[in-house]
């Protein structure tokens, strides 16, 4: 796993033992290209749910986004996420070890970006854009972002913006 950009562009991250998927470099590169496109990073906060090996928070701060708050619930995933954080100097990554459906229950602060790349076999997968457009989490001309397997469609969803393919990893957008 690699940071794909920012100043931090280059830099190898090896994740020891961890169960998460991150999401591949092409992919990633793919997200940030149509982020760029609506968001100055540098002046957006991001809530990063199912945090996994911490790859997408981790590109954000890069990027300089001054506010990322990343949610995970795996004791040992957390603790890579801030270990890793600390390492690289990366202040601006806050780790929040909690279970993403309660902390979306309980949050009330709003966001500019939130993405989220759940177990692809997660139950309630396909609520999580309900729960964040109902929660009212997103901050105006916000984007919720949704990784998820071809097997889901979102296109009749509440919010639903657009989606995008890149290789395996479908993207959706929500407002």
Do not use: W
Request: glycine letters at 8%.
């Amino acid at each position: 796993m690699r940071i794909i950009g920012g100043s931090l562009k280059g830099r190898a991250i090896l994740p020891a033992h961890l169960a998460a998927r991150p999401t591949t470099d092409f992919a990633k590169e793919g997200l940030f290209n149509v982020l760029l496109n609506d968001f100055d990073l540098e002046q957006v906060k991001v809530l990063d749910l199912f945090g996994g090996s911490g790859s997408i928070s981790f590109e954000f701060a890069s990027r300089g986004c001054p506010d990322v708050t990343c949610v995970e619930m795996n004791p040992q995933h957390a603790s890579f996420i801030k270990s890793t954080s600390k390492q690289l100097n990366l202040n601006a990554i806050r780790v929040v070890r909690h279970n993403v459906f309660d902390f979306i229950d309980i949050c009330s602060q709003t966001y500019d970006i939130i993405f989220a790349d759940p177990p692809f076999d997660l139950q309630g997968l396909e609520n999580l854009p309900k729960k964040i457009i109902e929660k009212q989490l997103l901050r105006p001309c916000g984007f919720f972002i949704l990784e998820h397997p071809g097997s889901f469609d979102f296109t009749e969803t509440e919010g639903f913006h657009k989606m995008k393919k890149y290789g395996n990893v479908h993207f959706s957008f929500f407002r």
